[in-house]
Every structure is written in C-alpha cells, then in structure tokens.
C-alpha cells in the first residue's frame, strides 16, 4: 500500500513540475494558480481536494489573503494544519488594502524559514499583488521580472476594473523610494 501511494505521490509531483508557470484550473485543479518558483507558489481559492497539489510541491505553510466566508474558507485553516502545513490568514480588505497587512505579510514571509509557501485568496488578486511587492520589496527581485509574474494574473483589464489596487501598489512603491 505504501509502495503505491509513495508511486502517485511521485507521479503527482512529476505532473506539477511540468505544469506551466500558470497552471489553469483545468491543469491542478486549483483557480489561478500561478508557480514562481518551486518554493512560491499563488493562486485563488483552495480546496481540500486540492490537498495533494500542495503536497507534491512539498508546500509547508499556506498563507490566505482573504476575509473569512462561510462558503468558501470557512474550515480552511483546520483541514491545512491537519496535513501538518503551517496556517496564517490575513483578511486583507478588498476595497481598501492597507500597509499595515501588507507589513504583517511581509513579516510572516520573512520567519517562514526554509518552506515552501503557498499565499492565496479567493481569486489569485491579492495574493499576486501582495506577493509582488514581496519580491520587489524585500526580496530585491527585478522589478520587471517580478512584474511578468504579477501580470499572469493582473492584466491591464483587471488594473482598470479594480484601481484601488494600483493605487496601492504605486503608492507603496513610492512610499519605498522616498525613503531612499
């Protein structure tokens, strides 16, 4: 028994190394996903059929962006850490992000140690976004190159449709390079 799952364990993880930099729903299962890196992954909404996806990228800490819903998160942190992956949610408000939950997401980024980490919200939005300024940030990342990853899921369609978030993202890199 153990031969078989430790072969579609394998087989599992085989099948996410070779899905694209933004897998679709139909790739994973799971919306927007988006692989950064091996370490870094984002995306919308998870599930807990969506479990093994996490595990075969050996992800261990899942980190969700979104406000509490009795529909679609309601049970998350409790199925998550019973996989033994670490739990943290910071309900960032959709009209309004604020610096002071960008900060407390950069925090937690920074003590995640060696982990690969997933950071999600409903729909792969403010994950992107927060995960971008990351990159950029704190990380030193090209800015370019952390901005084609941000651009899988933000178009300039979506920037239109929801301009508090370029707002904020402008903002706080300004906010940055005053302070340099």
């Not at 942190?77 to 408000?93: E, H």
């Not at 729909?123 to 992107?128: L, Q």
């Amino acid at each position: 028994m153990r031969t078989i799952k430790s072969w579609l364990m394998g087989m599992l993880l085989v099948s996410l190394g070779n899905l694209p930099l933004h897998a679709t729903a139909a790739d994973s299962g799971i919306y927007n996903l988006h692989r950064i890196s091996d370490a870094l992954l984002t995306a919308g909404q998870i599930k807990p059929d969506d479990l093994p996806v996490l595990e075969a990228a050996d992800i261990g800490m899942v980190i969700n962006l979104a406000p509490v819903s009795e529909d679609h998160n309601r049970d998350e942190s409790f199925w998550v850490t019973r996989q033994g992956m670490a739990y943290v949610q910071i309900p960032v408000p959709w009209e309004q992000p604020t610096l002071e939950d960008l900060n407390l997401f950069f925090d937690v980024m920074d003590t995640r140690g060696e982990r690969n980490v997933l950071v999600h919200c409903f729909a792969n939005y403010r994950a992107s976004a927060f995960t971008y300024l990351y990159r950029v940030l704190r990380q030193g990342v090209d800015e370019k190159e952390a901005r084609a990853d941000l651009e899988v899921i933000w178009d300039a369609a979506a920037f239109e449709e929801y301009p508090q978030w370029a707002a904020f993202i402008e903002a706080v890199q300004a906010s940055v390079a005053a302070r340099e």
